[in-house]
């Protein structure tokens, strides 16, 4: 699907709606960017999160204002995306993103928002990936599906790694030196509680994979590098990530995963 194909109604120049209605369809990739960013509120009972053509924004649990799981920026301009999900070729270290921010323009992106789910679906170095992003029916938990395929005719090594900032409160500068890591190895899953959260401070935020991961890390600086970028971050420009779970650190969850 492109700008002035017959799949796309409503086309605009940079999307449209898909032939059923069902879904909205944005053409993204680099120069050629929305006057605005285009948004998706994806969202149970007690969990949502939003997303945009960009990438993924911020997630909360219960209450979006007082229970942000990570963080929301509120700027329209750069639209910076709160949570990453990074993919880098093991024999060449090339980095991108699975989504446009932050470093995913080297190519076109087809972004589709639908009721429930978003979708983004590009190729890069040889690598085509489809990432999609939904909450569960009935639980406070947000999947991201990444679907790789290799579309060359030799065998590829690549990482794959998921970037997210804890909050656990309105805003990270307030809850930083607050938020207490763990890892549960039988589970594959980071943990984060803040203590010092009156309403919320029961509750356990996590990042969970579905296989075990090959490093992890929870500083945020270790991740960033100084003075700090997500494209690329420090963390992804070395082999492997340190391992870091300890309290007292800038606070996030990193799982990288072969």
Same mark, same amino acid.
């Given at each position: 699907?492109?700008?002035?194909?017959?799949?796309?109604?409503?086309?605009?120049?940079?999307?449209?709606?898909?032939?059923?209605?069902?879904?909205y369809?944005?053409?993204?990739?680099?120069?050629?960017?929305?006057?605005?960013?285009?948004?998706?509120?994806?969202?149970?009972?007690?969990?949502?999160?939003?997303?945009?053509?960009?990438?993924?924004?911020?997630?909360?649990?219960?209450?979006?204002?007082?229970?942000?799981?990570?963080?929301?920026?509120?700027?329209?301009?750069?639209?910076?995306?709160?949570?990453?999900?990074?993919?880098?070729?093991?024999?060449?270290a090339?980095?991108?993103?699975?989504?446009?921010?932050?470093?995913?323009?080297a190519g076109?992106?087809?972004?589709?928002?639908?009721?429930?789910?978003?979708?983004?679906?590009?190729?890069?170095?040889?690598?085509?990936?489809?990432?999609?992003?939904?909450?569960?029916? &009935?639980?406070?938990?947000?999947v991201?599906?990444? /679907? #790789?395929?290799? %579309?060359?005719?030799?065998?590829?090594?690549?990482? *794959? @790694?998921?970037?997210?900032?804890?909050?656990?409160?309105?805003?990270?500068?307030?809850?930083?030196p607050?938020?207490?890591?763990?890892?549960?190895?039988?589970?594959?899953?980071?943990?984060?509680? &803040?203590?010092?959260?009156?309403?919320?401070?029961? /509750? #356990?935020?996590? %990042?969970?994979?579905?296989?075990?991961?090959?490093? *992890? @890390?929870?500083?945020r600086?270790?991740?960033?590098?100084?003075?700090?970028s997500?494209?690329?971050?420090?963390?992804?420009?070395?082999?492997?990530?340190?391992?870091?779970?300890?309290?007292?650190?800038?606070?996030?969850?990193?799982?990288?995963?072969?």
């Open positions: 699907v492109a700008p002035g194909d017959d799949g796309v109604h409503v086309d605009n120049g940079i999307g449209g709606f898909t032939p059923d209605g069902r879904a369809v944005t053409y993204v990739e680099k120069g050629r960017l929305p006057p605005a960013p285009w948004s998706n509120v994806i969202a149970n009972e007690d969990f949502g999160f939003l997303v945009t053509e960009g990438g993924m924004g911020a997630s909360w649990a219960i209450n979006s204002g007082e229970n942000r799981l990570t963080p929301w920026t509120n700027d329209p301009v750069s639209d910076l995306p709160a949570e990453v999900v990074y993919l880098r070729d093991e024999e060449t090339e980095l991108w993103s699975a989504t446009p921010q932050p470093c995913g323009t076109p992106t087809i972004v589709r928002h639908g009721a429930g789910y978003s979708s983004y679906e590009r190729e890069q170095q040889g690598v085509g990936h489809v990432m999609r992003t939904f909450a569960a029916a &009935n639980d406070p938990v947000k991201v599906h990444l /679907r #790789v395929t290799n %579309l060359r005719q030799v065998p590829r090594r690549l990482t *794959v @790694t998921y970037y997210a900032p804890w909050v656990l409160g309105v805003l990270r500068s307030d809850t930083q607050f938020v207490i890591p763990e890892y549960s190895a039988d589970h594959c899953a980071l943990l984060a509680t &803040n203590p010092y959260n009156e309403e919320f401070g029961s /509750r #356990v935020a996590f %990042l969970a994979s579905n296989k075990t991961p090959h490093r *992890v @890390t929870t500083d600086t270790e991740f960033h590098g100084r003075p700090g997500l494209a690329p971050p420090a963390g992804l420009q070395r082999i492997g990530l340190s391992g870091t779970v300890r309290s007292g650190v800038d606070p996030c969850a990193v799982l990288q995963l072969h």
